[in-house]
T-cell receptor, first 110, second 113 residues
Framework: GQNIDQPTEMTATEGAIVQINCTYQ??????LFWYQQHAGEAPTFLSY????GLEEKGRFSSFLSRSKGYSYLLLKELQMKDSASYLC???????????FGTGTRLKVLA | ETGVTQSPTHLIKTRGQQVTLRCSSQ?????VSWYQQALGQGPQFIFQ???????GRGNFPPRFSGLQFPNYSSELNVNALELDDSALYLC????????????FGPGTRLTVT
């Protein structure tokens, strides 16, 4: 089976750095995605990791350790517009569906 | 390039009724996946269609069914609606069935009373 764990809520200050962790257990694994979802809107793609290591895209970076079943999303220079839910999702081996975590609601305070 | 579109935006139905939700894929995409997202939860995979055939299904009962048309647009049908079916229904399209990246539509908010 598959299980994905993320913190439910996090709070950070504008301009700061925040790290959102995700741990997963799957019977097989193709890759890990991070999506951003503002309230009432569709998820939008942030990053995709298939190999161990850090992927950097501007203010956002994502890290993966396959041996530890662990990923994190790092957001730098936080802005008010970064207040959203951040969804971690894995694609199990042999499928192209996403298994999502419950998401982490991030509040950025002025 | 047109993104993924869904209709209607919002819908209110009564328990026991049937509903049809629609999705138009992003241009050039032949694979569509449907997800159910309850309030405060992550999306749950319902099923995927590739070239008009079901290509995988999640843990949803048979009263959840779908179709994909030759133009790759898709429908999600839910029969015998239950209160717990109230959720945001998301459609996501992919360039092929072997592509991991999915592009989500804005969703249909279904309320069952």
């Amino acid at each position: 089976g598959q299980n994905i764990d993320q913190p439910t809520e996090m709070t950070a200050t504008e301009g700061a750095i925040v790290q959102i962790n995700c741990t997963y257990q799957t019977s097989g694994f193709n890759g890990l995605f991070w999506y951003q979802q503002h309230a009432g809107e569709a998820p939008t793609f942030l990053s995709y990791n298939v190999l161990d290591g850090l992927e950097e895209k501007g203010r956002f970076s994502s890290f993966l350790s396959r041996s530890k079943g662990y990923s994190y999303l790092l957001l730098k220079e936080l802005q008010m517009k970064d207040s959203a839910s951040y969804l971690c999702a894995v694609t199990p081996s042999g499928t192209y569906k996403y298994i999502f975590g419950t998401g982490t609601r991030l509040k950025v305070l002025a | 390039e047109t993104g993924v579109t869904q209709s209607p935006t919002h819908l209110i139905k009564t328990r026991g009724q049937q509903v049809t939700l629609r999705c138009s894929s992003q241009s050039g995409h032949n694979t569509v996946s449907w997800y159910q997202q309850a309030l405060g939860q992550g999306p749950q995979f319902i099923f995927q269609y590739y070239r008009e055939e079901e290509n995988g299904r999640g843990n949803f009962p048979p009263r959840f069914s779908g179709l994909q048309f030759p133009n790759y647009s898709s429908e999600l049908n839910v029969n015998a609606l239950e209160l717990d079916d109230s959720a945001l229904y998301l459609c996501a399209s992919s360039p092929t069935d072997s592509s991991y990246e999915q592009y989500f539509g804005p969703g249909t908010r279904l309320t069952v009373t």
